[in-house]
């Protein structure tokens, strides 16, 4: 049986997809429904408690609001896993993140591809446009087994030739290091929140129209640029946080 059928009274005024949602909402409490389980069909469950589904919709709508419930393109409805929860005062990466979360963290090589630098990149790792070859790679980050990050890293041919054949499932940094002796020490991120189109969407299992964050990222080695990558992170698993120090009050 999908939910507990006392706790539907058709007797009470309670509306039955409020008693749908905290039907669902103990279910995911008690353990009945665990981080990633996949619910019933909404036919299912609409069939099984002699309801409209769209009254079971509207029920399972606010756990989803709620991120109690995540819906994914082509799969169905999830309960949610724990967001991944990233400061803000430091380096960071999302290996690393992922790593002190308690998170599984798969890295899938979309592709790989080494081509002339354009100019807005040329720009930002300081080489010359359509001369200086750059290695451009596209990697798909999949979270606790659900897509998570869709992201394009750049990085210039020269320094980086040891990664072409590479095992780019790994972490970019480390490779950089062991591979090509180079040390990332700083990086400058601009964020923002933006929708998913529909490409980005089926690639990363979401609705089109979706909230996500676009990061864009420069890495630094010392005073040298090394890697610019763009990123688009599912906004609804993701939590950036930041500890703010009030500045010391002027005297005088």
């Known amino acids: 049986m999908a939910l507990d059928q006392p706790a539907l009274d058709r007797a009470t005024p309670i509306p039955l ?10 279910q995911i409490v008690t ?15 609409a069939a099984e408690l002699g309801l409209s589904r769209a009254t079971v919709r ?3 709508a606010t756990l989803v609001n709620e991120g109690l419930l995540r819906r994914r393109r082509g799969v169905g409805t999830t309960v949610a896993r724990p967001d991944l929860e990233q400061p803000l005062d430091t380096l960071y990466t999302f290996h690393s993140a992922a790593a002190g979360g308690g998170h599984d963290l798969r890295t899938v090589v979309l592709a790989r591809r080494l081509q002339p630098a354009n100019d807005a990149i040329a720009e930002r790792l300081r080489l010359r446009a359509h001369s200086d070859l750059v290695l451009e790679v596209e990697r798909l980050r999949v979270l ?14 020269k320094r980086c030739a040891a990664l072409r054949d590479a095992d780019l499932t790994r972490p970019v940094y480390d490779l950089l290091e ?21 490409a980005q969407a089926a690639r ?22 090394i890697e610019w990558r763009s990123s688009l992170i599912c906004g609804d ?16």
Do not use: M
């Open 178 to 198: 062991e591979l090509c002796g180079v040390v990332v020490t700083a990086a400058q991120e601009k964020i923002r929140p933006v929708t998913l189109n529909a």
């Open 204 to 225: 990363l299992e979401q609705t089109r129209g979706a909230p996500a964050f676009h990061v864009e990222r420069t890495g630094w080695a010392g005073a040298t640029p």
């Open 237 to 252: 698993r993701y939590l950036y946080s930041v500890e703010l120090k009030r500045a010391p009050r002027r005297v005088g």
């Open 144 to 157: 606790d087994g659900a897509p998570f990050v869709l992201e394009h890293c750049t990085l210039p041919a």
């Open 31 to 45: 353990g009945r429904y665990r981080a990633g389980d996949l619910l019933p069909p909404e036919t299912a469950l």
């Open 58 to 60: 509207q029920g399972i």
């Open 17 to 26: 997809h409020y008693q749908v949602t905290e039907s669902l909402r103990r």
